[in-house]
């Protein structure tokens, strides 16, 4: 069975730095997407940038951008430039693609941002 | 552009009660999903549809019931509500786009005492 997980239950970054956010999977599938979800206090659940595994290049979204190591099954999500707007939990998300696709999340890593 | 409806937002049920948490999507997606979550668990998947009429379960599927009648309507009933199932449900959609990220509604928070 798939299964992602973030061993960072919560982190800490001072305004306008950057940050890491870690992200292993778990897969012997060689086809799959993988997504960074934000959730902020209000509950909605945002989607910040998604990755196909196909493709070797890491995806980017404005200051948001992730490191993908497929071998290592690996998938960190950098922010730079942290904003307060940036507090919130984040979620690493597998899917798989095939006909049944389940959306399998990690347990989430809650970012405070320091002013 | 309404995207994914969750009623009600908050509801408290007593022990042995039951409920349905509605869910409708705007968007012609294919694929619906039921998800909970507890503190410090992340979203488990309770039920999915890939279709009208196709359901399967999930990681967390007992205590809970979902059918699809409908392309648009995805409801998830609770039967005999357990203090266990106190949690903030979320439903989400996904078209049949590969690209296509799911979108969620904002959430039920069910307390159940």
């Known amino acids: 069975a798939q299964t992602v997980t973030q061993s960072q239950p919560e982190m800490s970054v001072q305004e306008a730095e950057t940050v890491t956010l870690s992200c292993t999977y778990d897969t012997s599938e060689s086809d799959y997407y993988l997504f960074w979800y934000k959730q902020p206090p209000s509950r909605q659940m945002i989607l910040v940038i998604r990755?196909?595994?196909?493709?070797?290049q890491n995806a980017t979204e404005n200051r948001f951008s992730v490191n993908f190591q497929k071998a290592a099954k690996s998938f960190s999500l950098k922010i730079s430039d942290s904003q307060l707007g940036d507090a919130a939990m984040y979620f690493c998300a597998y899917r798989r693609l095939i006909r049944d696709d389940k959306i399998i999340f990690g347990k989430g890593t809650r970012l405070h941002i320091l002013p | 552009n309404a995207g994914v409806t969750q009623t009600p937002k908050f509801r408290i049920l007593k022990i042995g009660q039951s409920m349905t948490l509605q869910c409708t999507q705007d968007m012609n997606h294919n694929y619906m999903y039921w998800y909970r979550q507890d503190p410090g668990m992340g979203l488990k998947l309770i039920y999915y549809?890939?279709?009208?009429?196709?359901?399967d379960k999930g990681e967390v599927p007992n205590g809970y019931n979902v059918s699809r009648s409908t392309t648009e309507d995805f409801p998830l009933r609770l039967e005999l509500a357990a203090p266990s199932q106190t949690s903030v449900y979320f439903c989400?959609?996904?078209?049949?786009?590969?690209?296509?990220?799911?979108?969620f509604g904002q959430g039920t928070r069910l307390t159940v005492v």
């Open positions: 549809s890939v279709g009208a009429g196709i359901t």
């Open positions: 990755q196909e595994a196909y493709k070797q």
């Open positions: 989400a959609s996904r078209g049949g786009d590969r690209l296509t990220e799911a979108f």
